[in-house]
């Protein structure tokens, strides 16, 4: 059974940085590709960031230059650097393989003015 498992959220000041991890655990089938998305208050979940197995990233345009998705075999990272408020939300990761979708449960990241 495959999990994801989230850390590193929590609340910082605007300009400040956070790191999330997200461990996975199981046996993941022909990965396509990891990924970041958020979720604030009132809004849609959107894509923050994601990093194919060929290693191509893609970011939203409001986190270019601020944030940087890396990855390892098993553990895909998101450094997020220069933090808005605006960047306050459930961070949520995600794995997509060729037959299947996995997300973890989701961590806080709160950005104070």
């Known amino acids: 059974q495959v999990q994801l498992v989230e850390s590193g959220g929590g609340l910082v000041q605007a300009g400040g940085s956070l790191r999330l991890s997200c461990a996975t655990s199981g046996s993941i089938f022909s990965l396509n590709a990891m990924g970041w998305y958020r979720q604030a208050p009132g809004k849609q979940r959107e894509l923050v960031a994601v990093i194919t197995s060929g290693g191509d990233r893609n970011y939203a345009d409001s986190v270019k230059g601020r944030f940087t998705i890396s990855r390892t075999t098993n553990t895909v990272y998101l450094q997020m650097n220069s933090l808005k408020p605006e960047d306050t939300a459930v961070y949520y990761c995600?794995?997509?393989?060729?037959?299947?979708?996995?997300w973890g449960q989701g961590t806080q990241v709160t950005v104070s003015s």
């Open positions: 995600n794995v997509r393989a060729k037959w299947d979708e996995y």
